[in-house]
């Protein structure tokens, strides 16, 4: 008996019980449905992240106040004070620095922005004039906040395009005011739009010089981040030296692991995020994973059922001369075909779920071959794997045994 | 010139044991079986030609004796084994026929010759041959489960010689049928058996066991009554 011969007849059986082969398949179906959706999802917000951040910029330094390391008597990261704009002009014109292409002095806080009736929460950034160029940020209409306008700390504003349609109903609303804790900005400019949703949304944000932003609207000395660019990708590693290097002997400190500071790269925060959301997938994967084992369960239960129901037809296959590999096999491949047809509708239903979340959430899905593969060789592993059991149970059947069975 | 017998039992003993108990259902029980010869194996319910039944047809092993079948020494064979000599060297037919339901009676004749490694383009045309040999010509095509019972035991005994086994193995093989029809399954035997068939019936209808030439009465596990003495008491009896 060959493979196609056996296939052929385990089709034949499983079209005879179409209602409980359905129902054994539509666990297999839900199990890969789910596996495919969510880890497309998984992998389509960790790629949509990414980009984003590369999207700031391949050759960004970041410095924040507070150290890498959390340890009793240091301040959470990003948390501390330590940072000056001191730092960022010794940075800017110290000839020690020699990597470093543009130093971006930056103080960001989130905080109630109104206008007329209406009002958003939003991020307020102070920055100087290099900022737009160190973070690639377009200005889609009027100007980008100037030398002049730091000097002079006046009060301007520069929207992200979110924000816009969060405050106004035109398109253009350059030269009206809006009003940040109880201080009237005027909106010089608009910036282009960057893309992003959530949390990582670089459009729901307004900028400020830096020099109002700290004095006047929210009195601090200090910098919430030092943007830095690099001359050049290649030579991250070594920026980061002189800069840690730098500001150690600015803060008078001897030891690197006492710094009030960190410095991440973009690569370094892609790592972090990538771990994250990495973590976030499996955890995903793994939910759906459940109920794949339960579709296992259930195939195993109905082929245990089906074996047993067909007792006799098994020790009469036997007792016409099958050797134990042919019934072994037989079985097996019903445990398979039925696992399979599950695991090819899944990956469809998986894939329309995904679209249509996509659709919907506008949340990005990336679907990889790798997955879809990995989803095929999984429905058939669980077809070996639960259907061994009832196989092997099959095949040890004593002949005189199974047809005297009524 | 003197033909080596097809079946050789000697001193064949079952002994089923349980925990406690131990049950004889065959005491050592010897006897041949020429090539062509049709036997009937009778006896009471409990008498154990079940058990022989299964020896002959190398579904079970002999608990101690030698069973030996055309040639071949069925001892100390794996389970795979016994499978094989199942396919090439027995016909079975079996009193509740045991086709496979759902499935058509030309499938069911070429059952056993998949097992057996028949080329799969010459299966067809031997299985047409013996159902035609059965008078099923025009029923190939039905399923199992819409024939009668005589024409379903007809599609069991096709099945039985597709393979050209050594023996056929007939367990109360009209036992579910009605007696019309079973006048037909016991015709069909005879012929096979003038062919030159060599036919092993089991059967406790002594109506039917007189089609057989020689009949082997079974009482507790022991042999009776071996031959043609057996017969003419119950073909006397039937005229009687």
Same mark, same amino acid.
């Given at each position: ?78 948390? &501390?004070?330590?940072?000056? %704009?001191?730092? @960022?002009?010794?940075?800017? $014109? /110290?000839?020690?620095? =020699?990597?470093?292409? !543009? ?115 929210? &009195?601090?000395?200090?910098? %919430?981040?030092? @943007?830095?660019?690099?001359? $050049? /990708?290649?030579?991250? =590693?070594?920026?980061? !030296? ?123 899905? @990336?679907?990889?071959?790798? $997955? ?35 | ?240």
């Amino acid at each position: 008996m060959d493979y196609t011969e056996i296939i052929k007849e385990s089709l034949g059986t499983l079209t005879i019980n179409k209602m409980r082969t359905g129902l054994a398949i539509l666990g297999i179906i839900i199990g890969i449905g789910s596996v495919i959706a969510l880890v497309s999802l998984g992998q389509g917000t960790q790629q949509s992240i990414q980009n984003q951040i590369q999207s700031l910029g391949a050759n960004l330094l970041t410095v924040s106040p507070g150290a890498e390391r959390s340890g009793a008597v240091r301040g959470a990261f990003g948390g &501390g004070t330590t940072l000056t %704009s001191e730092d @960022a002009n010794a940075l800017a $014109s /110290s000839a020690e620095i =020699t990597t470093i292409k !543009n130093v971006s002095p930056e103080f960001s806080r989130r905080t109630q922005v109104t206008t007329g009736g209406k009002n958003t929460n939003t991020q307020i950034v102070g920055v100087t004039p290099i900022y737009a160029e160190v973070h690639k940020i377009a200005v889609s209409s009027g100007n980008f906040i100037s030398q002049r306008d730091v000097e002079g700390m006046t009060k301007v504003a520069v929207l992200g395009p979110q924000v816009v349609t969060d405050l106004f109903s035109e398109a253009n609303p350059i030269g009206q005011t809006i009003r940040i804790n109880n201080q009237t900005f005027r909106i010089i400019g608009i910036t282009a739009s960057k893309g992003g949703s959530g949390f990582m949304n670089q459009d729901d944000i307004i900028f400020a010089p830096l020099s109002t932003v700290q004095k006047q609207l929210f &009195g601090a000395s200090y910098l %919430s981040s030092i @943007a830095l660019e690099a001359k $050049s /990708s290649q030579i991250m =590693t070594q920026a980061q !030296n002189e800069v840690g290097y730098f500001l150690l002997n600015r803060h008078k400190l001897s030891d690197p692991t006492l710094a009030d500071f960190s410095i991440m790269s973009q690569q370094d925060i892609i790592n972090t995020v990538s771990s994250t959301t990495g973590t976030f997938t499996a955890l995903l994967a793994g939910i759906a994973a459940i109920s794949l084992l339960v579709g296992g369960i259930g195939i195993m239960n109905i082929m245990l059922v089906t074996v047993t129901e067909r007792t006799r037809e098994i020790g009469l296959r036997k007792a016409l001369g099958a050797k134990k590999k042919t019934i072994i096999t037989q079985f097996l491949t019903e445990a398979i075909l039925l696992t399979f047809t599950g695991g090819v509708i899944g990956i469809f239903i998986g894939l329309i779920i995904s679209f249509l979340l996509t659709k919907i959430t506008q949340f990005p899905m @990336a679907l990889s071959l790798n $997955s879809i593969i990995l989803a095929f060789v999984v429905s058939v592993a669980i077809g070996v794997l639960f259907g061994w059991y009832p196989a092997n149970k099959a095949s040890n059947m004593e002949p005189i045994e199974a047809l005297r069975y009524e | 010139m003197k033909e080596h017998p097809i079946i050789q039992a000697n001193h064949l003993s079952k002994i089923y044991k349980t925990d406690l108990v131990e049950t004889v259902a065959l005491a050592d029980v010897s006897f041949e079986i020429k090539k062509g010869e049709f036997v009937a194996i009778m006896g009471p319910s409990g008498s154990g030609k079940s058990t022989l039944m299964h020896l002959l047809g190398a579904l079970d092993k002999p608990t101690s004796g030698i069973y030996i079948l055309d040639g071949e020494n069925v001892e100390n064979l794996t389970d795979d084994e016994l499978a094989d000599i199942r396919n090439r060297k027995i016909g079975f037919v079996f009193q509740a026929y045991n086709l496979l339901p759902r499935t058509s009676a030309l499938k069911n004749v070429m059952l056993p010759m998949a097992y057996g490694g028949i080329p799969k383009e010459n299966r067809e045309e031997i299985a047409k041959k013996f159902l035609k040999m059965v008078g099923l010509e025009d029923r190939m095509s039905h399923n199992s489960n819409q024939l009668s019972g005589g024409q379903q035991q007809r599609v069991a005994i096709a099945r039985s010689l597709v393979m050209n086994p050594a023996i056929l193995l007939a367990d109360e093989p009209t036992g579910n049928i009605a007696s019309a029809q079973a006048e037909e399954i016991m015709a069909i035997f005879q012929r096979l058996n003038e062919e030159g068939h060599t036919i092993i019936m089991i059967t406790h209808e002594p109506d039917i066991a007189q089609h057989a030439k020689r009949i082997i009465l079974l009482r507790d596990g022991k042999i009776v009554e071996d031959g043609n003495g057996y017969r003419q008491k119950i073909i006397g009896k039937g005229e009687g």
